[in-house]
């Protein structure tokens, strides 16, 4: 058989290099020997380039043989006449048959290399010779729960968890006509501090490839950010739309853009934020291992792309900007704090005897604290499911951890105390929030209907879980508690005191309030502004400018913007 010609090998080379750039443009794999994606993308790589040369070999190999008869011309001596004779030939298989073995050995030998090396790296990385190291990727400090956790205003409270900011993101978007049927809302709803308040925001996405083909020159023209403490959610308009997002397709797609930006950095989950200007961002957190080869996952960094212009910086952990909230995943925050505590005295401790063993409670909640996103979940004993031995607090932008030795009820046991406080109602509880109400560790629950709607409140204390106040607005659910643990006449710092007032109403407006519709009042003569619910007193609806009106009203040791009412009557 003739050697393959040199178009037919750069045919070969060719097809393999378009397969092999479709295959990482699909998968976006790092160019580096640490991600198992790129092992996995080499293995693949080898495959193509060894089918593709197969069939050109087997392609060429069919061609040549043609046919299997020779014809030869004789001219007999004495005649001079001329003769044909024909006699059959053998194929020859034995030359392809060595052209192929050769790519082939040296293609699956390879591929065997790289398996080898993958079960190495995994094998070297296993926790029965890393206990320590796993234990010590996140490092625990002893924290005073009074101290490092102060006591916030009760307008202060986030009342909105995911599920009910999906709720109000979609009925937003719904009001808007001209967007809802050519956008969706991305399911991101990251948990954000803006300018010193809780957020949850989301960017808008593509509804389907046509409505992206009709779109995609303007870019996304909002993102939808939900206060967690007033429920009010808004479209907030871009002067120039968002090119980048995981709805684009082609380079524009944020996942394809920053892997051809950096090619070898590793990363997984890209989340939304916005900047203390309200300019909005994608944020990569970037990867490193520091157990064996790929296993101890931990973040090393971040890539900041501006999800208008594409610009795109990469930062050190410890020179991330100040105003990126969620660095660190909470599900990798989840399985360090499970690491730490399954190998507090190493791996067959953790097995056999389990002292000191602790792990994680199922859930985990936010806590806006000094302008940071923290992560709050329970620690319990790996025998013990009904009670917590304290809790942990994750600063998800630094990673600093603190341990707070509170014995008292899980989550579940909290929130199914609450729910019996109401079971007549068959209201159904959300995951707690952790505050401090008088210097004791309590959690805070709402309480929604069967449409996902918040009806009611729930403070339940951490350490006597059958303590539940409940009531239709925050500050009625606190004051029960209050009452309940005994501390409703009791002075202590950041107690409120009940005042009187009476005088004429200059101007009344209302608003929507944790599901409660809230009438905001002043006086004539002044300019504090007074809030009453509407649970309050049923004539409130139809309070207007020059009423006489008396009530009684709280005001903290440090005097909120709003003061609120706790009884009110219409003279």
Known sequence: MKKRSFFSVFGGILVSAVIIFLLYYTMLPAINLKSQDFI????????????????????????????RTNVRVRQNPLTGQIQFETEEREPDEVTPRRSLARPLKIGFGFIGILIVLMVIATAIGIPFFNATRYRDLIQMETGDFSADVAEISMNQIPVV??????????????EMTELVSQFEIENNYTQINYNGVPFRVTPLSYADPIKWLYNQKKGLPAYITVNMVTQQTDLVWLENGMKYSPSEYFFRNIYRHIRFLYPTKMFEEVSFEIDD???????????QYRIG????????????VNAVTGEANYYEKDQVPQWIDQLYDSDLIISQLDDNGLFQNGYINSIFGQKNVRRTTYGYNYLALDDDVYLYTGMSSVTGDQSNIGFVLVNLRTKATKFYAVPGATEASAMASAQGQVQHLKYSATFPLLLNVSDRPTYFISLKDDAGLVKMYAFVDVEQYQ?????????????NYRTALNLEDVETGGS??????????????????????????????SDTVYAAMVTLNENLPFLESGDRIS????????????AEITEIKKQ
């Open 551 to 562: 009530f009684t009203y709280t005001e903290d040791e440090k005097p909120a913007a709003v």
């Open 467 to 479: 303590i539940v106040g409940t009531g239709q607005t925050i500050d009625e659910a606190r004051k």
């Open 40 to 67: 996995i993308f080499l293995i693949l790589s080898t495959l193509i380039i060894l089918t593709v040369n197969f069939i050109t070999y087997m392609k060429e190999f069919l061609s040549g043989l043609g046919s």
């Open 293 to 304: 080869w790929w296993n101890g996952k931990d973040i090393d960094g971040a890539i900041l």
């Open 161 to 174: 968890d995911k599920d009910t900011a999906t709720r109000l993101g979609s009925r937003k978007l719904g």
């Open 277 to 287: 200007e309200g300019t909005p961002y994608w944020v990569a957190p970037t990867i």
């Open 496 to 525: 409120m005191d009940a005042l009187e007032k009476a005088g004429t109403v200059d101007a009344v407006a209302s608003v929507v309030v944790s599901g409660n519709t809230c009438y905001y009042f002043t006086l004539t003569g």
